[in-house]
């Protein structure tokens, strides 16, 4: 396990098209988060799972948004009918929600540019 | 309103020279205060916590609850510290899920 892996890395889509992201947690990680980045700015959080119960969406997700973690394992982020400003860095991370240890350890990010 | 701020876009120092990257936060309850690093082309990665209080590549961080800050100090710093730092905030102890960010420090350390 070489940590939280993403794909794809980059991502080019027109106006109005959908995009699906995934994310692998660590494997003995119970929680799973994302996070969007867009430029100058640090993540902000989108929403989170615990095993497969999706706990806390953020406002910033809005309808056009969905997330899913089926098996308590990977998750899918997709996003419906995208717009422009939707280009971002999307983070995906995940933890072990345990005896005080909440560290999050984040993938390497999906970069989507909406043109 | 729970709140992160890095007043410094931007901290330019030589090598050797301390540094402070100054974060302040917002939060009613009991936060977790945490400091993550992003190295040029490397993910985010945490660098330290305030409740493990442990100092990491020569950095430390109290939290000041009167002031509500938690900044991240280093006495020398070295040219391998250029990166972009950014402070976050856990609610709860820690047990709310989400992390609040900061917008980020980039620190530079020129030779």
């Known amino acids: 396990d070489t940590g939280v892996s993403q794909d794809p890395r980059h991502k080019i889509t027109k106006r109005g098209q959908n995009v699906t992201f995934r994310c692998d947690p660590i494997?003995?990680?119970?929680?799973l988060y994302w996070y969007r980045q867009t430029l100058g700015q640090g993540p902000e959080f989108l929403t989170y799972?615990?095993?497969?119960?999706?706990?806390?969406k953020s406002r910033l997700l809005s309808d056009r948004f969905s997330a899913e973690r089926p098996k308590g394992s990977f998750s899918t982020l997709e996003i419906q009918r995208t717009e422009q400003g939707d280009s971002a860095m999307y983070l995906c991370a995940s933890s072990f929600h345990g005896l005080l240890n909440y560290e999050q350890y984040f993938g390497p990010g999906t970069r989507l540019t909406v043109t | 309103a729970q709140r992160v701020t890095q007043p410094e876009k931007l901290l330019s120092v030589f090598k050797g020279a301390p540094v402070e990257l100054k974060c302040n936060y917002s939060?009613?309850?009991?936060?977790?205060l945490f400091w993550y690093v992003q190295y040029s082309r490397q993910r985010l990665q945490l660098l330290l916590r305030?409740?493990s209080r442990e100092s990491i590549k020569g950095f430390t961080a109290d939290l000041n609850k009167g002031e509500t800050s938690f900044h991240l100090k280093k006495p020398f710093a070295q040219e391998e510290d250029s990166a972009m730092y950014y402070c976050a905030l856990s609610g709860q102890g820690g047990s709310q899920g989400n992390l609040i960010f900061g917008k980020g420090t980039k620190l530079s350390v020129k030779p």
């Open positions: 305030h409740i």
């Open positions: 799972f615990q095993n497969e119960a999706q706990l806390e």
């Open positions: 494997s003995e990680h119970n929680r």
């Open positions: 939060y009613s309850g009991s936060p977790e």
